[in-house]
């Protein structure tokens, strides 16, 4: 199938975010791949920095466009998390997909712990990348324009905003702060 | 300069694995430090490939007292402990003590935030989680490598043996092989059967 995608802007970087769901050839039993794969563009650069790894491999879904839209969704919305700085969310999330860490409710062999940490790894390459790239791009605006703004405000507003722009179904967003306030504090 | 490395082999059934540890200095940083890498091979009898996975382990700043000279020898018991401490998780997640297997992994990597003790921002946190997940990837393969090899044992020797305490013999096995100081090889392969099998 086609490729699903959805893309941010942050000032001058472009964040694009693509989701396939394959069934794996070569298997004798039925087996499938949710890929992820994250494009980060700067303004003026001749190249993209492209990553790619497995997100997860489900069970059969109902519809691959579903599965694909669903990986775009919550690899945005860890983004968000990661970004507001809320870490406990972020863990709770990652611990739902991955199930690395027991629960009261639910107990867990170390093989799917094991299992579950790695799986993590494999999406944190393109997922690092991502991340580390939106919080360069925040400081370099920020330095651009010489405010005052409180970084870990403007991680918080940015989160919510890509929490927001993962559940609804535009594929783009401009995060880039349009007004900032007189005091040079806050934005909008 | 190629620091000592340091190695453990197991044997179970048709099946060796070889753990082996090195810690690689970083040209010209201040303060001087470094990364211990690990890696494991797999080997089954008869095979002639081999399955190698290497991944980095922990990354150190040599000890501030240390002189020039002493170097070769704190890398090799760096080299030593990330052996041990590996053949322990593999022994743990053998037992299945799933608990006590995210506290070890947690006082090395420091990826759970505990509340009012060990706040996490979620850059450490991501950083530390990805590199716990770079180490389960030979972990797995050696893990899910011994578990076939019980099972191919159980079968071929046809013993109706409980693969479940199996593992946890062989976890056990492979915990106290990873505090004994100066062997460097052991074959778990068990050789007695008891009368009812």
Not at chain 1, 14 to 28: C, E, H, Q, S
Not at chain 1, 122 to 141: G, K, S
């Amino acid at each position: 199938m086609e490729w699903v995608e959805k893309s941010a802007r942050f000032n001058n970087l472009a964040l694009t975010v693509r989701a396939r769901y394959r069934r794996l050839p070569f298997f004798g039993e039925p087996s499938h791949c949710t890929e992820i794969k994250v494009v980060l563009t700067l303004d003026g650069a001749e190249r993209s920095i492209v990553r790619v790894a497995p997100f997860r491999y489900p069970k059969t879904p109902q519809s691959a466009e579903e599965e694909a839209k669903r990986a775009v969704r919550r690899f945005l919305r860890w983004l968000g998390f990661a970004l507001a700085d809320d870490t406990p969310q972020l863990i709770a999330e990652l611990n739902a997909e991955y199930a690395f860490l027991p629960t009261n409710e639910r107990s867990l062999p170390s093989l799917d712990c094991v299992a579950g940490l790695g799986g993590i790894h494999d999406v944190f390459e393109p997922f690092f990348y991502a991340f580390a790239f939106l919080l360069m791009a925040i400081q370099a605006w920020r330095n651009e324009l010489g405010a005052e703004i409180e970084m870990s405000a403007l991680r918080a507003q940015l989160g919510e905003r890509l929490l927001q722009f993962a559940e609804q179904d535009a594929d783009f967003v401009d995060l880039t702060p349009k007004e900032v306030s007189a005091d040079g504090v806050s934005v909008r | 300069m190629e620091y000592p490395c340091a190695e453990k082999g197991v044997r179970f059934g048709d099946l060796t694995v070889v753990v082996r540890a090195q810690w690689h200095r970083w040209p010209n940083s201040e303060p001087p430090g470094g990364t211990t890498e690990i890696s494991v091979t797999l080997m089954r009898d008869g095979i002639d490939a081999r399955i190698v996975k290497t991944a980095p382990f922990r990354k150190t700043d040599l000890p501030l007292r240390c002189l020039p000279h002493e170097a070769p020898r704190f890398a090799e018991a760096e080299a030593k402990r990330a052996v041990n401490v590996f053949l322990r998780w593999l022994g743990l997640a053998l037992i299945d003590d799933v608990w006590q297997l995210l506290i070890e992994l947690d006082d090395a990597y420091r990826f759970r935030p505990i509340e009012e003790v060990r706040e996490l921002s979620s850059l450490e946190f991501l950083t530390n989680l990805r590199d716990v997940g770079s180490v389960m990837e030979p972990l797995l393969a050696v893990l899910t490598h011994l578990l076939c090899a019980i099972h191919v044992w159980r079968l071929q020797t046809d013993v109706e043996a409980d693969a479940t305490s199996m593992c946890v013999q062989l976890g056990e096995q492979l915990i106290a092989f990873a505090e004994q100081d100066g062997v460097r090889f052991a074959d778990f392969t068990p050789k007695e059967v008891n009368a009812n099998a």
